[in-house]
């Protein structure tokens, strides 16, 4: 067992717990396949691999700084209105990620469109702040949004990743556009006289619910204890 | 403490406070980007008018080649009439460049078949002189921006005609919201390079001599007939009324252009393919083109004269 057995005045940021903090939503408690929650932008956006990198990056800010402003004001925010003071402190956040992205990232941003506006009813971020911000202090309550954020990242990533290389046939990041892997005129297509055709079934919204449904499966299949009757 | 977090004094000034600071970080927030996103906005625009007659582009290079292909910019009234013409850089607020014709469509959506909703508005033209890839001559082509409806949001687009204001050089059309796969293609290669093939507009005499058809009325017609000696062309917007586009009237008239159903294989001169599957976007494509041609053809005529 740990080292430490004796609850200590100050407890290490990066202590059992914490750690555990970080790590479980990335495997046994991720907020997409196992609480499946904010499935809605996690299929619509992972056509690319830049939307996604990008929408991770905002939900990844939005999660931290909602979480570590709601933790330090939680000795403040009145009982009676906590879901409004919650909505109110990701809203702004949100509304700050849309305009930053406006700015810098216009194509990405154009893209993403009402998703990044979205990112407000995610209900992992809702959920991460009443669950946990609330009721911890702001070390726990930052690592606690890397940790959900992060499993909501990876899931989007892996994703898109899959769906972008045989949709298109291309993978792209931002500030680097889409490197197509073939050119259109290449003699590998079908339409050259080739055997190789882009799979069009990857950009279109159902195939992300069955890659998704891949990685719950996957998941499972690992570790059992995980399904429910 | 010796405040009481549940009283209802507390919860109001704790309100007031929270939306006092959000409001003030969040005005900040705008404020600040709000250069970078206007010029975002613009040279996206730039990129849109270039691809309209061919030229690719990026937003690094879409100023310089902006300023290089387009040499006039020219805005007028509802009437055809009181032009400006701009060709030095683009300075001013009141340059046809910032025209926001989406934002004047937004807030002045046709009620009527004439769309006199828009009397108050100003449409502008993109002058651009490109050489022709084929010939190497250089042309001079007139871009038009086109706003309307598609199924769940806005659609606009770019339409580059040749100088006798009757041929389409190129067209580059976007959407906002439409359906993927769908109503979306129409931002894509297949569907605006079907309007460079050689794509006319149906003349005003073709115009007249369908409209003429379908019209019983002695009065109708002579108006119609009369239309054409004082460039009046109220009558066209008949032909693609707002009735016409809700399907309520469906073979009145003649239009500019149309949009083809699909499984129509012999093309007229003024028809495209529409899209399979996106035919109330293919619509609002038509309607749109329709819709502003009847209003620049009136400053087209103007300036013929």
Redesign the interface.
């Known amino acids: 067992m740990s080292t430490e057995n004796k609850p200590s005045k100050k407890e290490s940021l990066f202590s059992k717990k914490n750690r555990k903090l970080l790590k479980d939503p990335l495997g046994d408690s991720n907020p997409i396949t196992i609480q499946v929650l904010g499935i809605c932008s996690a299929l619509a956006i992972t056509v690319q691999l830049q939307q996604a990198v990008i929408m991770s990056l905002s939900v990844l800010f939005v999660m931290i700084g909602g979480n570590l402003i709601v933790s330090l004001l939680r000795n403040l925010i009145p009982d009676r209105i906590r879901i409004i003071v919650q909505l109110v402190v990701i809203a702004s956040l949100v509304i700050i990620v849309d305009e930053v992205l406006k700015a810098y990232q216009p194509d990405v941003s154009e893209k993403l469109s009402v998703f990044v506006g979205l990112i407000i009813t995610n209900c992992i971020i809702m959920g991460r702040l009443e669950a946990f911000a609330l009721a911890n202090k702001p070390g726990p309550s930052v690592l606690d949004a890397i940790g959900n954020a992060m499993g909501y990242a990876w899931i989007l990533l892996a994703v898109s990743v899959v769906r972008e290389v045989f949709g298109s046939g291309a993978i792209s990041l931002p500030g680097m556009g889409q490197v197509k892997f073939f050119n259109a005129d290449s003699s590998l297509f079908f339409a050259n006289g080739g055997f190789y055709e882009h799979n069009n079934l990857m950009i279109l919204p159902p195939m992300a619910l069955v890659v998704v449904g891949v990685i719950i499966w996957i998941q499972r299949s690992r570790n059992e204890a995980l399904i429910e009757d | 403490m010796a405040i009481n977090?549940?009283s209802t004094g507390?919860?109001f000034a704790?309100?007031i406070i929270?939306?006092v600071l959000?409001g003030a970080?969040?005005a900040t927030?705008?404020l600040s980007?709000k250069e970078?996103?206007k010029s975002?906005?613009s040279?996206?625009k730039m990129m849109d008018i270039l691809g309209a007659v061919g030229i690719e582009s990026n937003?690094s290079n879409a100023k310089e080649k902006f300023q290089e292909i387009v040499i006039e910019r020219i805005s007028f009234d509802y009437n055809g009439e009181h032009s400006i013409v701009k060709s030095d850089d683009i300075e001013d607020a009141d340059d046809p460049f910032y025209i926001d014709v989406r934002k004047n469509y937004r807030s002045n959506k046709p009620t009527d078949a004439s769309w006199t909703d828009a009397k108050d508005l100003r449409f502008p033209i993109y002058v651009c002189k490109v050489k022709d890839p084929d010939t190497n001559d250089s042309l001079i082509l007139n871009v038009i921006p086109v706003v309307g409806s598609g199924l769940w949001g806005p659609i606009w687009g770019y339409v580059a005609l040749k100088d006798d204001n009757q041929s389409i050089y190129g067209a580059k059309f976007d959407h906002?919201?439409e359906t993927?796969?769908l109503g979306a293609e129409i931002n894509g290669a297949s569907f605006s390079n079907s309007f460079k093939q050689n794509k006319v507009l149906a003349t005003k005499t073709e115009m007249v001599s369908d409209t003429l058809d379908t019209l019983t009325l002695e009065d109708e017609k002579k108006t119609v007939i009369d239309s054409l000696k004082t460039l009046n062309y109220d009558w066209l917007f008949n032909a693609f009324s707002l009735e016409n586009y809700n399907g309520k009237v469906t073979d009145k008239g003649h239009a500019f252009f149309t949009i083809a159903k699909g499984g129509t294989n012999t093309k007229e001169s003024d028809q495209v393919d529409g899209i399979t599957g996106g035919t109330i976007t293919s619509k609002g494509v038509e309607e749109m083109i329709n819709r502003n041609l009847a209003i620049y053809s009136r400053y087209f005529d103007k300036e013929a004269k």
């Open positions: 977090k549940n507390y919860t704790f309100s929270m939306v959000v970080s969040l927030t705008s980007l970078k996103q975002n906005a040279e996206k937003r906002k919201t993927p796969g």
